[in-house]
């Protein structure tokens, strides 16, 4: 009985950490709704025909760029690291 409740445990584990495909779907359309609207123009004005496939890799480009340009924060590469612990200490 110990076994049959434990597997059925394991199985509600599991089905909790399924996926839901609808709302990654959504959430990747907004994504690419929010790429169109900020970099789409950009790319109009660099001479990409709005529609192709030249101007989505166009869009996708600009905006891994931005994620580039934005500023890392270190001090949180591990969850509970404080920045002394990331970052050694330094006399000046």
């Known amino acids: 009985m110990k076994k049959i409740t ?52 166009c869009i996708q480009r600009e905006y891994e760029q931005s994620l580039m340009r934005q500023p890392y924060n270190h001090y949180w590469d591990y969850p509970y690291a404080t920045p002394n612990y990331v970052r050694p200490y330094y006399r000046y």
């Open 6 to 57: 434990i597997c059925i445990l394991g199985l509600l584990l599991v089905a909790g950490c399924a996926s839901n495909p609808q709302a990654e779907r959504e959430k990747a359309n907004k994504l690419m709704d929010y790429k169109i609207q900020v970099y789409g123009p950009a790319c109009e004005k660099l001479g990409f025909a709005k529609d192709t496939d030249a101007w989505r890799e």
